[in-house]
């Protein structure tokens, strides 16, 4: 098993067991009301799926201003701009 797959399967896992639903092969939705992650600014963000492209997982999260409108939405995508987002 190649090295992307099986970290593939530990995220879908972990994503599971945090409630996730598996939306298709490749994408996980329906996480747990409230996973939240946080950017260097102190910024929250909703988590509201992930998906999968090329085995490597693509994170989708918006945040709300304080009268509750969507105000930006963001796509993570590879290890770099992982690290630039920590869990809440």
Known sequence: M????RFKNV???T????????KS????????????????????YTVTDVDFINNEPVVSAFRYDENGNTIERIQLKGEKEFKKYEPV
Not at 25 to 44: Q, W
């Open 2 to 5: 190649r090295k992307n797959q």
């Open 25 to 44: 092969e490749d994408s996980v939705n329906f996480l747990k009301k409230g996973l939240l992650i946080k950017d260097k600014e102190g910024f929250k």
């Open 11 to 13: 995220v879908i896992e």
């Open 15 to 22: 994503l599971l067991a945090l409630g996730g639903k598996m």
